[in-house]
């Protein structure tokens, strides 16, 4: 232990009556902790507060912490700062680029007990919830990276480039089965995904389908599962001929209006050339085919407007959809 000299000795004894009897205690020039030697046995008698420069100093060291946790948060970003932020991001991937990428889709995500009913049993766009989680933990754990509507986009346009074992996983109309079964799987397994809302269904609070308050709790909680446009109103086998530029345009406009969304998938995949201008007219960047209108991989000489897309059989098997991704 160090010894106290009778220096410092005394200047405590002086200090202390100091202290008792209510005087202030003067500051000296020259203290040794401006040189950095050594602090004397005095100074260790400090008045209360005298560590507020420490707590500061400790506070400072907090602050990039909290201005860490904004990278995950990109809702609040406009499109083009959302964009740059990906193509910073996923613009280093060097490996070789993929050249084409299942995009897998699903409709509704039930239960065990009621894909066991007769309301679902032989329904193929309906899966059972623990099919739907034995295939994301497949995706998991075999390294597949989960893409966004917008890494595929740039993609796409050559923007980015993005490995072989990729996936966007889409669901279609917005059912009841993704806030209640498809939401707490994939985040449960960190995977992204895109679900395509029908909007008067999901704004109107239609029965059998997710409800406006659950779309934006999903949206505050879970940002990896995005939400994108399955029409406003147009989810029927409407003529694809006489006026389907005014009235998909009309459409769109008001989708836009409501939510912003910037892709599209196809009602039942249908789609004409009147489609597209429309929709391009009202700012959607990318649109997705289905079924007999474009079933397939997605690849970057396709029609922008016409992505394939593939098709998750509700009844179907592990291997079969494995199979999806033996390419």
């Known amino acids: 232990m160090r010894q106290i000299t009778g220096r410092a000795l005394s200047m405590i004894l002086a200090l202390t009556l100091m202290l008792s009897a209510g005087l202030a205690v003067p500051v000296m020039a020259g203290d040794d902790t401006q040189s950095g030697k050594q602090p004397d046995a005095a100074e260790i008698l400090q008045p209360e507060g005298s560590g507020q420069s420490q707590q500061s100093d400790e506070e400072k060291t907090q602050q990039p912490a909290e201005i860490k946790t904004k990278t995950g948060k990109t809702k609040a970003l406009t499109p083009a700062q959302k964009e740059a932020q990906e193509i910073k991001e996923y613009g280093k991937y060097k490996g070789k680029n993929a050249k084409k990428i299942p995009v897998i889709t699903y409709h509704n995500v039930v239960t065990d007990r009621q894909k066991r009913s007769e309301r679902y049993r032989y329904d193929s766009i309906v899966i059972s919830k623990s099919d739907f989680e034995n295939q994301m933990r497949w995706l998991k754990k075999n390294g597949y990276r989960t893409i966004s509507c917008e890494e595929l986009y740039l993609w796409h346009k050559g923007r980015i480039k993005l490995p072989k074992k990729s996936v966007l996983i889409t669901l279609d109309d917005g059912r009841f089965g993704v806030p209640k079964n498809a939401y707490p799987i994939l985040k449960k397994y960190d995977l992204k995904a895109t679900c395509f809302v029908i909007g008067s269904y ?126």
């Open 202 to 327: 999901t704004m109107n609070n239609k029965p059998e389908y997710m409800k406006y308050r659950e779309m934006k709790k999903i949206q505050n909680d879970y940002p990896n599962l995005e939400f994108q446009s399955h029409t406003w109103k147009l989810h029927y086998r409407f003529s694809l001929d006489k006026g389907v530029y005014s009235k998909v345009l009309k459409d769109a406009k008001k989708q836009k209006a409501k939510y912003g969304f910037e892709y599209l998938a196809y009602p039942y995949g249908r789609n004409n050339d009147q489609m597209i201008k429309a929709y391009k007219k009202a700012g959607i960047k990318m649109a997705f085919a289905y079924r007999q209108y474009g079933d397939g991989y997605a690849t970057r000489d396709q029609n922008i407007y016409r992505i394939k897309r593939i098709k998750v059989q509700g009844n179907g098997s592990m291997y079969q959809f494995r199979s999806i991704f033996r390419y």
